[in-house]
């Protein structure tokens, strides 16, 4: 009866141990209908594999704003070195977002990596709408409290290069975003291509991934917008 009860605790032990350092969902076959393609004013194409597999509605919402050609020419309009680079705001404020409802959270086991690519909030988790931030660094700190649907898959080094700053004073955008399947081709290899996007005065509530809010409001979080998301 002993042996029994110390191969039970000890396959309890085993079975608690292994849910914790379970491993992220393994990736499904990348398909070009779940490759979003960037083209950047820094000089080059990135390609990013999307994870409808466990943020169905966020992919979605990307597939939808790039067809329609949303992301078309809006900067990246905070970006911390050693952090992240984030985007999708048609003001270039940090504070705008689509006409469309902002989507449910679907926080999952994808880790904020090196590559990552996740949605952008306000403090309601269910805040996320257009913008959305690309990992520079590791940022585990934000895993499950931001919806991560993507990774880098190439071209990093465009995504390196964007200009840094909270805004910029020249910053990067992104020229075209298509979907894989569109087959939009790509543009010539090219030096960087300056940008001639002006951001406008960031609001002064405007939040970002992991800092701390200033003295009027700096969001901990990836921002959208006051009444909409905002940042990491």
């Known amino acids: 009866m002993r042996k029994v009860l110390l191969a039970f605790v000890a396959l309890t032990i085993g079975?608690?141990?292994s849910a914790q350092t379970a491993a992220p969902p393994v990736a499904p076959p990348l398909?070009?209908?779940?490759t979003l393609v960037l083209d950047l004013s820094t000089g080059g194409r990135v390609t990013i594999?999307?994870?409808?597999?466990?943020a169905p509605k966020h992919v979605e919402r990307i597939r939808t704003l790039v067809?329609?050609?949303?992301?078309?020419?809006?900067?990246?309009h905070r970006v911390i070195d050693g952090f992240?680079?984030?985007?999708?705001?048609p003001t270039g404020t940090g504070t705008g977002g689509s006409k469309l409802p902002n989507l449910k959270a679907e926080f999952n086991d994808l880790p904020h990596v090196r590559g990552a690519v996740a949605m952008a909030r306000a403090s309601d988790n269910d805040s996320a709408n257009s913008q959305f931030y690309i990992c520079l660094a590791p940022a585990l700190k934000l895993d499950?409290?931001?919806?991560v649907w993507g990774r880098v898959t190439s071209g990093m080094e465009y995504v390196d290069a964007i200009e840094k700053g909270e805004p910029p004073a020249n910053p990067s955008k992104i020229v075209h975003a298509s979907i894989g399947s569109d087959n939009y081709p790509a543009p010539a290899p090219s030096t960087p291509i300056p940008s001639s996007a002006t951001p406008l005065a960031p609001a002064a509530d405007t939040p970002m991934p992991g800092m701390p809010l200033p003295t009027k409001a700096l969001p901990t979080l990836p921002p959208e917008a006051p009444a909409k998301p905002r940042h990491p």
């Open 15 to 17: 079975s608690l141990a």
């Open 84 to 89: 992240m680079a984030q985007g999708g705001d």
């Open 67 to 76: 067809r329609e050609h949303f992301y078309d020419g809006t900067i990246f």
């Open 144 to 147: 499950r409290s931001y919806t």
């Open 49 to 54: 594999a999307m994870r409808p597999d466990v």
């Open 31 to 34: 398909t070009p209908e779940n």
